[in-house]
């Protein structure tokens, strides 16, 4: 029986938020890198070209946004799924506000 596996990378600067990730993901989820920020994110992006990308949008050296931007200029739809969310624990700058309604977009998901 051939069962397929989703590869991830999940990027929060906080450690727990990432276990707290990793755990709630388990198969056919399977954790190829986890960052703590933008540019830790994109590098393990790069060499792993994971099915999907867990982001935090407030992370720090470049937030989140940065990860979402730079994921899609560098490989557009070869990355199938991204899941942003911004925790509550800082504001939403106007920047990152009026970027992210034309940087995220829905994109369709494969029932498994």
Avoid at 26 to 41: L, R
Avoid at 61 to 80: F, K, N, Q, S, Y
Avoid at 83 to 112: D, F, G, H, N, Y
Wanted: with cysteine; net charge positive.
């Amino acid at each position: 029986m051939n069962v397929t596996t989703y590869r991830v990378v999940i990027a929060d600067e906080h450690p727990m938020v990432r276990s707290g990730i990793r755990a709630d993901l388990g198969p056919p989820f399977v954790i190829v890198g986890e960052a703590g920020d933008a540019d830790e994110a994109l590098r393990l992006i790069d060499a792993h070209k994971p099915d999907l990308v867990v982001c935090d949008l407030n992370m720090p050296t470049g937030r989140g946004l940065r990860v979402v931007r730079g994921t899609a200029a560098r490989h557009g739809e070869r990355i199938p799924g991204m899941v942003a969310w911004m925790s509550s624990s800082r504001p939403r700058s106007e920047k990152s506000s009026a970027a992210s309604s034309s940087t995220l977009r829905a994109r369709p998901i494969q029932p498994l």
